[in-house]
């Protein structure tokens, strides 16, 4: 299976390191924005191609893997290179999930190409988690706590206010609550509750920190619904003690069984990864494989993970997973 | 959805309770090898017949959930109805799954139905959790801790000890065990130390209880791979404390990602039951949607939990399930 990278940041970097971890398969190209000449590939004599040639390469590719940005570059990139090649991403903006989908259906089905979207942990194995417990337990609750982990979004945030150098924001999930949901407690929680967000920000120079703090605490969306905790430190330090990209987090359905619905139930799945773009990038490249296979099998359009056999995901043969894995 | 149950003990009940909860299904038949007429539902006004008719009701249930037991009912059941009626099984012996999968294959491959087997939370359950977190991280370690929980096995087991009049086990995982494992220590676990086994016996008067807890604990597969504990309790306090059949377990898969598999990742899934028959019909339930709706499409002979999208669980369209739970 020849597998095909838009776009060489973290998950693009992720994703080649999934692709060596993976027997079947091997790395055809590197496509990039940048000057092809100035990207070096961890991977040796794999070449790397400007995104304006992609096209020109469809037939030595069997599934391109699409690590742009969810705000501006994939719903322009997914629809785009559908009509080109099998594609898959990571596109995380929920409520614009429809649309995007609807647009990449389009341009997949016109071509004949498979398509799947929104893969990763969330939205990705967190979705599965919540589709199979909602199905297997309709009346209950849905819980998701997400971290410890370090949310990109919120240290930009903190990057942007004034007189900060630089900055890493944590989403830490609140103890008491998950513990309280774990018990089967069905707890009523808010914002608040549910998590904390620590900050560890590298001030500029004579900047006023009791002002950038506040700054932080009150911002709207971000920080303020929630308790925020932040410490200055040095560059050296952020560099030392925060340089990882760990996340992770916990789906949970609480539900009845029975006749008088008297019995208890909970659910729970959870994640702990040290690297947040290399599993996204593993879980990615194990739904490159369905899709290569549904495309074999004349399965066309936009998929979800709902949408895909749990088979498709393995290098094994039906016969070995029922027999290793069921 | 027309449901119809064959076998009605613990799991047959709670298949019905499921059902009762699933809006767009109604149970159709039960179906029992008892005199029909004594055979009293929860359900009103649904029909108990002798399962010797039952291919006279053919058409009248869209799909058989076959509830009887993995030794030497379900071999012979799912293939004979599969001829008749898209069926779905518990089937649990791991040992025996490839030639019970070859067997219904052949009968409903035949009749164009469509059949799941081995289907509940292990396998099922687990069996998805195992299988989706294999192909995410191909370079990692499998744990199941299962409990803690009542085995069905294990309690037979005591009761056939001579001088004992009633029993019930409890499998528990070992709780450093299974925080080793969450921590991400990768331990080499055996037999002993994963899971201890915790016995409550109500002995025959007069019986040598010193002889039973000797012969419980030394007995060779069940017992004496293990740290057993055995508890001499009254016939009262068995009915009062240990009347109900909790299970639960843990399913995790620690691994690395990374260019040098630098970074660890732990996946856990868990499950806590109140009632291991209840929620295992439960799981069933779903499963019977997909089944129906598979065969509806032309997908026919013998699934696994494997071969089934998610989507086909749920009651709620593609545009739904993609909006509230991607």
Redesign the interface.
């Known amino acids: 299976m020849k597998i095909g990278i838009l776009g060489y940041g973290n998950l693009g970097?992720?994703v080649?390191?999934?692709v060596?971890?993976?027997?079947d398969m091997e790395l055809a190209a590197v496509f990039t924005r940048r000057d092809p000449a100035s990207v070096k590939l961890?991977t040796s004599g794999v070449p790397v191609y400007s995104v304006n040639d992609a096209k020109k390469y469809k037939d030595q590719v069997d599934v391109l893997v699409i690590c742009g940005g969810s705000a501006t570059d994939l719903p322009k990139q997914t629809p785009e290179y559908a009509e080109y090649f099998n594609v898959i991403d990571s596109f995380d903006t929920?409520a614009r999930?429809?649309e995007h989908?609807a647009n990449v259906d389009k341009a997949a089905k016109n071509s004949k190409h498979t398509a799947l979207i929104?893969c990763g942990w969330d939205?990705g194995?967190f979705?599965?988690?919540?589709?199979?417990a909602?199905?297997?337990?309709?009346?209950g609750n849905d819980y998701t706590f997400w971290g410890k982990g370090v949310s990109q979004g919120h240290s930009d945030a903190i990057r942007r206010v004034e007189g900060v150098k630089n900055g890493k924001q944590y989403t830490i999930p609140v103890q008491s609550a998950l513990e309280a949901v774990r018990a089967?407690k069905n707890p009523e929680l808010t914002t608040r509750q549910k998590h904390t967000r620590e900050c560890f920000v590298v001030a500029e120079e004579g900047a006023d920190k009791a002002k950038i703090e506040k700054q932080i605490k009150e911002m709207p969306n971000y920080f303020a619904d929630y308790d925020t905790t932040v410490h200055f430190i040095s560059e050296e330090e952020l560099a030392r003690d925060h340089a990882g990209i760990p996340h992770g987090g916990f789906v949970f359905r609480t539900g009845k069984?029975?006749?008088n619905?008297?019995?208890?139930?909970?659910?729970?799945?959870?994640?702990?990864?040290?690297?947040n773009p290399?599993?996204t990038?593993?879980?990615l490249i194990?739904y490159a494989?369905a899709v290569y296979r549904m495309n074999k099998e004349g399965l066309t359009g936009c998929k979800?993970?709902?949408?895909?056999?749990?088979?498709y995901?393995?290098?094994l043969s039906?016969?070995e997973?029922?027999?290793h894995?069921?």
């Not at 909602?134 to 009346?139: A, F, R, S, Y």
Request: proline share 7%; net charge neutral.
């Open positions: 970097k992720g080649e390191c999934a060596k971890n993976s027997a961890l929920h999930i429809p989908f929104s939205p194995m979705s599965l988690a919540r589709l199979y909602n199905c297997i337990l309709p009346d089967g069984t029975g006749w619905k008297e019995y208890n139930n909970v659910i729970e799945y959870s994640l702990k990864l040290d690297s290399a599993f990038s593993s879980v194990a494989r979800t993970v709902f949408d895909v056999a749990p088979a995901l393995s290098p039906g016969e997973i029922r027999a894995l069921l």
